[in-house]
DNA sequence: CTGAAAGCGCTTACAG
DNA sequence: CTGAAAGCGCTTACAG
């Protein structure tokens, strides 16, 4: 019964669907050869240019699929990797997908998504089911994976010391000087910073390089003009309590280099409502140059993170991975070069109206 | 060699992974009985508590996890989705994605994604080659998916008329009236309408609803005053476009209704480049709700999709079909009610300045 | 140049 | 209550 019902709406399904079997007695060929032909094997095994016309032919006209399933079990290659993010619904993820989307569905290959939304538990047991859904390599954005895995491992801003990890990494020392240094030229030298939430594995790398940037160009950080995310809600509402806890130090600044976009527009948002324009009062700088960022009142100076391009070059790193030796692996760390945009959230410093920094 | 080769690197893989096989051998316990215990059926079976127990535990203490390919291809059973998206990278589909995620996995289900870019070649292969990865049903976002498949489909936002697809859609009619009530209320009486691109399916059953409602409310629609999104880009240029067009004819029009917040946004751009300020002189009214549409400046008016609840409705939807015969499914489309948020980009009409309606 | 047979790692009638 | 054996649909040594 239960059998009989998973064979009428079971994986078989439609109508149109013929195996190897079947497309072998049609043919009167072996399944052997036929699976030689359609995967590619032909000229090895020097099959007839007869035979392979044929096979093909059939294949078309029975619009024959091989079950992939089958070939992968068999064959110990399932042409799907799986891919960790911290939540698919933020741009960053999505971008970085989207350009890994673009390189393995060229190459024939699928992936898995899974979003762990920090929680430690999920980050522990999803790549264990990636291992049994017989993912054949990872790419983690954003996630650290503690395990030693049994395939190889691809981090996108997520820097782990494994042998079988390599990773995307910005350049974040020239990504801090092309903000340090934009802000200086303006004339900025009281200038803030909201840091990265610390579940987030950019923030560390990301703040060592802004100070030593910042001293290389003679720029002092105030501990007092350092504010850091703290919760984990995917709009701009940290952005705005950093900002808020910020102001109320009372300290002057008259710049904030934010730690990304959403937090940049949060702190206008937020700098706005208490009276400070941006940049009139305050420069703002953001990271990543999301959707919105060129978008929004005013535009955002910002960083620039080539996503896409991070998501092609982790997807065609584990490709390489997986069709090479361990000798074959990068050694270190690949590099991505940061842009930087000039918007209109930044302007040279101006005295800030005198009741602005004892708002509550 | 080859085959040595992968055997190395293959999906057996590292040093931890145990098999049914070795499970068996170990305990001296059938695979047959181990397979019952750890799928859940031990009671149907009547299966000892000791026996189970101490499988349980050697699962544990081994690390057993069942290899989902070869269990799978016997069972017909994948626990495996297909979406497929326009465009991974566009906030509308991930939204989405993230509503069916939180309600596979907690299903043991996992999902491939796939983008097509709107490109018909992709459109026309990717349910084909989806069915090749054995995916029991699939969940098309805004896809039109022509082929009738041999699983169950479920449509969000792309309507069709089959018998294995259920639509989950959004009551246009509710969203119209919404809108253009609170356009009228402020009393704007001269509407101008950006539509969706053609491709999208949503376009026509809004469009339609919009007209039903405008007749309703005695809003009258001039057809000068309807443009139409042209392009794919990702990101506000359609929208820009879209609205320069629209003042080009050079018709007067104290408010717009644009098909979704990305056009709101180009459109009021656009606006402020040449001298029109929203809300002062032209209102504009969103639909979606996107993350940026509250950062915006000014903070948008727009009819609100709850695309994360589409989402966990069109998955548990799907596995519901999946659970139960066809006549169990839903008979129509399910349908989902659209939220108004009044924010700062809708005022009353005011005259705006003479020469705004000649610029080239 | 081609094919028969084994086997990937599971689940499931079938038998007891 | 438990297990031996068949089989899911492929690929791949192995043999000719």
């Not at 923030?203 to 703290?230: H, M, N």
Request: one cysteine or more.
């Amino acid at each position: 019964m239960a059998e009989k019902k998973s064979a009428e709406k079971g994986l078989s399904g439609g109508k149109e669907k013929t195996d190897l079997k079947t497309l072998a007695r049609h043919l009167d060929i072996s399944q052997t050869t036929i699976s030689r032909v359609l995967n590619g094997t032909a000229a090895r095994y020097r099959i007839s240019e007869a035979t392979q016309q044929r096979v093909l032919e059939a294949a078309r006209k029975f619009n024959y699929q091989a079950n992939v399933l089958a070939s992968s079990l068999r064959s110990k290659r399932s042409r799907t990797i799986g891919v960790m993010v911290p939540e698919i619904s933020e741009g960053y993820s999505s971008a970085v997908l989207s350009g890994i989307e673009d390189e393995l569905l060229f190459a024939g290959y699928f992936y898995f998504v899974v979003s762990h939304r920090h929680r430690t538990e999920l980050l522990r047991q999803y790549p264990s089911l990636l291992l049994s859904r017989a993912v054949e390599g990872i790419i983690a954005i954003d996630s650290d994976i503690q395990a030693d895995l049994s395939v190889p491992v691809v981090a996108v801003s997520g820097h782990r010391n494994r042998p079988s990890v390599v990773n995307i990494e910005l350049d974040h020392q020239l990504a801090a000087h092309h903000a340090l240094e934009h802000l200086k030229q303006l004339g900025h030298r009281r200038i803030a910073f909201i840091k990265g939430q610390t579940f987030s594995s950019d923030t560390r790398s990301r703040w060592r390089a802004i100070c030593k940037v910042a001293a290389e160009l003679g720029l002092e950080i105030d501990p007092q003009l350092v504010v850091q995310l703290q919760d984990d809600g995917p709009g701009v509402d940290s952005g705005r309590t950093a900002t808020a806890a910020l102001l109320e130090r009372g300290q002057l600044f008259t710049a904030i280099f934010a730690f990304n976009d959403l937090a940049a527009i949060g702190a206008i948002t937020l700098l706005r409502e208490t009276g400070l324009e941006v940049p009139r009062h305050i420069s703002v700088v953001g990271f990543d140059d999301i959707l919105g960022a060129a978008t929004n009142n005013p535009p955002l100076t910002t960083v620039r993170q080539p996503l896409k391009e991070m998501g092609r070059v982790a997807a065609k790193t584990l490709l390489h991975m997986l069709q090479s030796s361990k000798d074959g692996w990068p050694k270190h760390s690949i590099r991505i070069l940061p842009g930087f945009v000039e918007r209109h959230s930044t302007a040279p410093p101006a005295v800030p109206p005198r009741n602005a920094f004892h708002s509550n």
